[in-house]
């Protein structure tokens, strides 16, 4: 493993461990046993290292997410059922990754004084979007291009507010039976107008 490998895996631990605002550049150096200098050689500052790390461990929770639901035999066609082991994997992940998702909230500040660290978010949000659409719906996701942002833009505005009530208050935060239930209540009154 190089430097970068190994940097990218030290943050990872460090954002879990630690969470990012109390992560410092000698704790990722340490954990990843390299210089403090690697860490502006490979990624510029240990915002820019800690976003890329971020984005990397979320990335590989989706895939272990998609492999439970898919263990548990629920096809994209099985609309509520889906929706519902879906949720209660996320909420599983959330209550296993705290530090990390709390991590996500912690970065915000430092975007708008980093404009490469928006950039990096800004691109790994709408890979976010796409990729809960595909989770939620597989193959029979919507096929309109303006469809599927507009899916995968209200998946992930339910994500971040599930996520937020379930960090500050997760006794009373929605489990996934809560939140099938209000989908169904509203695409009912949606449909029949009432």
């Not at 984005?55 to 629920?74: C, F, M």
């Not at 490469?116 to 597989?138: P, T, W, Y």
Request: aromatic share 8%.
């Amino acid at each position: 493993m190089g430097n970068r490998e190994a940097l990218l895996d030290g943050a990872k631990r460090c954002l879990r461990e630690r969470g990012f605002a109390r992560t410092t550049a000698r704790d990722v150096a340490t954990a990843a046993g390299v210089s403090l200098a690697a860490i502006g050689y490979h990624f510029g500052s240990k915002e820019a290292l800690l976003g890329q790390a971020l984005i990397e461990a979320s990335g590989e929770w989706v895939g272990e997410l998609q492999r439970a639901v898919d263990s548990k035999g629920v096809t994209p066609g099985q609309g509520g059922e889906r929706f519902e082991a879906i949720w209660s994997g996320l909420l599983g992940r959330f209550a296993a990754e705290r530090s990390l998702w709390a991590a996500n909230f912690e970065i915000s500040p430092y975007i708008e004084q980093m404009p490469e660290l928006r950039r990096i978010f800004a691109d790994a949000q709408q890979q976010a979007r796409l990729g809960l659409v595909e989770l939620f719906f597989g193959a029979d996701a919507p096929g309109e291009p303006g469809a599927v942002d507009a899916l995968g833009s209200f998946l992930y505005a339910l994500m971040t507010g599930v996520l937020a009530q379930w960090l500050v208050d997760p006794d009373r935060a929605p489990s996934a039976r809560d939140l099938a239930s209000a989908l169904q209540s509203t695409a009912r009154t949606f449909h029949t107008g009432r």
